[in-house]
């Protein structure tokens, strides 16, 4: 049990990524909380940091009978290790967590909203069933939880109108935190942006990224079909699609899709060198109509001054500003999508100027250090109100 003196234990839980959450990790343990993380990642990285890792079944998809082995093993592992805080983040997670750190009695129990995932991305007959499903899971998982944070206010506002989550339970805190230091760090020098892209292949023009899972949803179809549309008249300009190939069979991009448009864009599958590939970018683009909650490589590339190109969505348009740091586009519009590539590509100066407005908003609300702190106040705060709950019980 962890007593007054000892520091506050906080268990993050999250998925598959659960490893990008590291940064979070290490700068909430630099304010003096003890950190502990439940994923299905490699335990590698974790090891490297000595951050306690362990991992639990989690299963994307529809699968009952897994949610209840994920539960179990979760109840499990907050049972043996009574942490002061468990917080989870993303949509399954947000889930079962909270109800299985109830049960075992945990003080605060987190969740961070990222979004409203594929059920609110899609309309398909099956999307469209589960809405009420998705909502009764919510609500019960926002009783289940002390606090509820989300990191867009078209999340938070549906949640209230639905009544998903109790007014007084519930806060904002925009994105997940970007380190702007270890970004530039390896964004790479000159030299090395310039052997970068000797190796790609990349012939002198504008180079237009996108790095994303290869998710329908994500708007890759639409990038390479807008690449190939803007080709056609600036066939100078350079387009790479980065990020890997998706498990979800029916949402995924095939390989085949992908290379009917080999001409226009080059695919380099999955990368390590995400922030140079960002760096030597002159713009980068997201034509998502996922419910994303803040798309982390926007809020990275405009870090790194690049110009956004986005879909007028949830979370795109917290980052983008319309005609100020990029352009917002409709969803599923590939024609738009296009003019709006071209638009910026044809003018540099408006690029540059686009470019430092990119960075501005993530300095003023999207940094690791105001959103940690921001975290940090909601765990002090409800410490604070337990201790004080004790004291007036011992009196």
Request: charged share 30%.
């Given at each position: 049990k962890h007593s007054e003196e000892?520091?506050?234990?906080?268990?993050?839980?999250?998925?598959?990524?659960?490893?990008?959450?590291?940064?979070?990790?290490?700068?909430l343990r630099q304010r003096g909380?003890?950190?502990?993380?439940?994923?299905?990642?490699?335990?590698?990285?974790?090891?490297?940091h000595d951050i306690e890792y362990f991992d639990y079944p989690l299963h994307r998809g529809i699968r009952p009978?897994?949610?209840?082995?994920?539960?179990?093993?979760?109840?499990?592992?907050?049972?043996?290790?009574?942490?002061?805080?468990?917080?989870?983040?993303?949509?399954?997670?947000?889930?079962?967590?909270?109800?299985?750190?109830k049960a075992e009695f945990v003080p605060l129990r987190v969740r961070t909203v990222t979004g409203m995932g594929y059920v609110f991305s899609s309309h398909s007959p099956l999307a469209l069933a589960l809405r009420p499903v998705y909502r009764a899971l919510q609500r019960r998982a926002s009783r289940a939880a002390t606090q509820t944070v989300f990191q867009n206010s078209d999340d938070q506002k549906y949640f209230l109108t639905k009544n998903l989550v109790s007014s007084d339970r519930q806060t904002l805190i925009p994105g997940s935190g970007i380190d702007i230091r270890e970004l530039e760090r390896h964004s790479g020098s000159k030299t090395e942006k310039e052997a970068l892209r000797s190796q790609l292949g990349l012939p002198d023009g504008p180079v237009i990224t996108m790095i994303a899972r290869m998710l329908r949803h994500k708007g890759v179809l639409e990038f390479m079909q807008a690449a190939a549309l803007v080709c056609r008249e600036r066939p100078d300009v350079n387009f790479l699609l980065v990020g890997p190939h998706a498990t979800e069979r029916n949402e995924s991009v095939s390989?085949?899709?992908?290379?009917?448009?080999?001409?226009?864009?080059?695919?380099?599958?999955?990368?390590?060198?995400?922030?140079?590939?960002?760096s030597l970018s002159d713009v980068c683009v997201l034509p998502s109509y996922y419910r994303?909650?803040?798309?982390?490589?926007?809020?990275?590339?405009?870090?790194?001054?690049?110009?956004?190109?986005?879909?007028?969505?949830p979370g795109c348009r917290d980052v983008v500003q319309d005609k100020v740091n990029g352009h917002l586009v409709p969803a599923r519009k590939v024609k738009p999508l296009a003019m709006a590539i071209v638009d910026l590509g044809a003018d540099?100066?408006?690029?540059?100027?686009?470019?430092?407005?990119?960075?501005?908003?993530v300095e003023a609300q999207f940094t690791l250090d105001a959103v940690v702190e921001a975290y940090a106040k909601i765990y002090r705060s409800e410490?604070?109100?337990?201790?004080?709950?004790?004291?007036?019980k011992a009196a």
């Open positions: 000892l520091r506050e234990h906080v268990m993050l839980v999250g998925g598959e990524d659960v490893r990008l959450r590291i940064p979070f990790a290490l700068a909380f003890e950190i502990s993380v439940v994923g299905t990642d490699s335990p590698t990285l974790f090891a490297k009978w897994e949610d209840v082995r994920a539960v179990r093993r979760l109840r499990e592992i907050f049972k043996a290790q009574r942490p002061d805080v468990v917080h989870a983040f993303d949509t399954k997670p947000c889930v079962l967590a909270p109800k299985a750190a390989i085949a899709e992908i290379e009917r448009h080999r001409d226009v864009v080059h695919y380099l599958g999955p990368r390590r060198d995400v922030p140079m590939l960002l994303e909650g803040v798309p982390r490589v926007l809020l990275e590339a405009g870090a790194l001054s690049v110009p956004l190109v986005a879909t007028d969505m540099p100066a408006k690029l540059a100027s686009m470019g430092r407005a990119a960075r501005e908003p410490t604070v109100s337990r201790k004080q709950e004790r004291s007036r």
